[in-house]
């Protein structure tokens, strides 16, 4: 059974689309090793860091221990208590240990 590609186009555009790969092969291996560009995703990195370490992060703690507590008393446990502080534990540490270990292999 042969794809529809191929049965469609034929294998002229095929053919053509590999070309077209190869052709832009060299362009992509020059745009990875060229190292000293800027890295177009460090602004959106640094605000999101920015958001978990204030406000957002605290938000987000709140809600999860307002949360947990709600399904705790629902269940009879205590563990919304523990949920809510992990929570705002991980929101304010967690981004730190995940630059360590991106700046390690970078």
């Known amino acids: 059974m042969k794809s529809v590609v191929f049965r469609k186009y034929g294998k ?7 070309l077209m790969f190869v052709l832009a092969l060299p362009a992509l291996a020059m745009a990875a090793g060229s190292g ?6 460090n602004g959106a990195t640094t605000t999101i860091i920015d958001w978990l370490k204030g406000g957002l992060g605290l938000l987000l703690s709140i809600l999860a221990l307002g ?5 705790g008393l629902r269940v ?3 563990w919304g208590i523990a949920i809510g502080f992990g929570f705002a ?6 981004p730190d240990i ?6 390690a292999t970078l």
């Open 76 to 78: 009879g446990s205590i």
């Open 98 to 103: 995940l630059q360590s270990i991106f700046g």
């Open 89 to 94: 534990v991980v929101c304010y540490y967690g």
């Open 36 to 41: 000293g560009g800027s890295d177009p995703f």
């Open 12 to 18: 002229s555009a095929f053919m053509l689309v590999l």
């Open 67 to 71: 949360i947990g507590l709600i399904a």
